[in-house]
């Protein structure tokens, strides 16, 4: 094959649970970069506000928030050399992102910088790849899927430690939770058609043209709509009390 078609034959999908958590899977410098927002009621899950209010759409945010941020904490735990960064958007301040400095003192939290959803991502892949520059380059994902745990985490640094270009964790709405780079590829960000079905499409098309081998997780699903709720109170996550009809904001940590 030419070299451009050999690497696109290197696409693949990986089955669940393929990177073991016995063993070390990443290069050194790989960074781990969890994407939020700051809690905020009325700034975040605002499509979940007419089934659980302000309030209990802000502790459910949290709470997917703050597992994220545990995932990355154990694989960087786990994996020598492996930094953990929370790239966040609002207040640096905020009284919740210091408890979230405190309990994981590694964490190092930086502002979000860019208008466009696609100028913030590519700019902290950007600092990732520069971090790890020759080494393990980034990872960054969001905090919306609750199936994103540290296993999930574990596989992403193998596929990029194993020689992939780009490593995509797919969304059944078309979009996608992670994005993990060796080095910054600015012509997967520029006009994308965020918030839509075809955000992952339209990446693998411009990865393809590319000559980028990329590498697919197992699809993931997101917690965006109330039509998601009771997929997510099947889930029985510790701290969302979906199956009383309401969260428990009173067990908030500051």
Known sequence: LPRRAARRARARVLPAGSAGPARTVARQGTVLQ????????????????????????????????????????????????????LWFDGDPGDPWLEALRARHPALQARAQAGDA???????????????????????????????????????????????????LGPVEDGGYVLVGLRRPVPELFAGLPWGTSSVLATTLGIASRLGLGVVQLPLQWDVDVPADLPRLAALRIPGIALGRGEDDPSKDRA
């Open 34 to 85: 969890v994407v939020t927002r700051v809690p905020v009621a009325g700034r975040v899950k605002t499509r979940l506000v007419p089934a659980r209010c302000a309030q209990g759409a802000m502790h459910l945010h949290r709470v997917l928030a703050e597992r994220a941020v545990q995932a990355a904490a154990a694989v960087c735990a786990a994996e020598p050399g492996v930094r953990c960064e």
């Open 117 to 167: 959803l696609g100028a913030r991502l590519l700019h902290a892949l950007a600092a990732g790849c520069g971090a790890g520059a020759g080494t393990g380059g980034a990872l960054l994902f969001g905090t919306d899927c609750p199936g994103l745990d540290a296993a999930y985490l574990r596989a992403a640094l193998a596929a990029l430690a194993g020689g992939a270009d780009l490593v």
